[in-house]
């Protein structure tokens, strides 16, 4: 079976810091999708970063990129220069090819302080 | 384009009670999940529909959970009787995928939800 985990509940970075969210991954197949979605407050789910399995190069989307180690079965979130509207839940996810299904992480509440 | 629409976005009912949702995808996504996300944790797929059928439902509790989509468009997930442990808040997303290949995105697109409250 396929999980997720984000190790970290909550978090907090400074603004205009830099900040790693973390997540680990555990799956027997190889061709599969990993994905960093955001929660804001009361708000709808979205889409921040994805990353092919079989892409060797890291994904990069402005101030966020990810550190995928396929070895290791890591997928850690960068973002640089925080912003007050960073704040939100985080959760990493994990998407099989073949049968499209996603498997979410528990999440890592992000706080901002200013 | 249009979001992905849900209602209600709050419900509170007792417990036994019963109570629908009701999702309209973004148009022409060909997949709908309904995600159940308890406070505090990850969204738990429920059910995955291809258009209209049923792709996985192995995570619904069928004994009081039901989930239809006709004609591959709109869906409404109901539940009864409720139990205490149903309040969560209840997620629709679609995507035009599968995803495979160069140019999908992999993609999904959420609704606001719906939360529910039983009491």
């Known amino acids: 079976a396929q999980t997720v985990t984000q190790s970290q509940p909550e978090m907090s970075v400074q603004e205009a810091e830099t900040v790693t969210l973390s997540c680990t991954y555990d799956?027997?197949?190889?061709?599969?999708?990993l994905f960093w979605y955001k929660q804001p407050p009361s708000r709808q789910m979205i889409l921040v970063i994805r990353?092919?399995?079989?892409?060797?190069q890291n994904a990069t989307e402005n101030r966020f990129s990810v550190n995928f180690q396929k070895a290791a079965k890591s997928f850690s979130l960068k973002i640089s220069d925080s912003q007050l509207g960073d704040a939100a839940m985080y959760f990493c996810?994990?998407?099989?090819?073949?049968?499209?299904?996603?498997?979410f992480g528990k999440g890592t509440r992000l706080h901002i302080l200013p | 384009e249009a979001g992905v629409a849900q209602s209600p976005r709050y419900k509170i009912i007792e417990k036994r009670q019963s109570v629908a949702f009701w999702c309209n995808p973004i148009?022409?996504?060909?997949?709908l999940y309904w995600y159940q996300q308890i406070l505090g944790q990850g969204p738990k797929l429920l059910i995955q529909?291809?258009?209209?059928?049923?792709?996985?439902d192995s995570q619904l509790p069928k004994d009081r959970f039901s989930a239809e989509r006709l004609k591959g468009v709109d869906s409404t997930l109901k539940i009864q009787p409720a139990k205490l442990e149903d309040s969560a808040v209840y997620l629709c997303?679609?995507?035009?995928?599968?995803?495979?290949?160069?140019?999908?995105?992999?993609?999904?697109?959420f609704g606001e939800g719906s939360r529910l409250t039983v009491l």
């Open positions: 799956t027997s197949e190889s061709d599969y999708y």
């Open positions: 990353q092919e399995a079989y892409k060797q």
């Open positions: 996810a994990l998407l099989m090819n073949r049968d499209d299904k996603i498997i």
């Open positions: 997303a679609s995507s035009s995928e599968p995803f495979r290949g160069e140019g999908h995105t992999g993609e999904l697109f």
């Open positions: 529909f291809q258009n209209n059928g049923v792709v996985d």
């Open positions: 148009s022409g996504h060909a997949t």
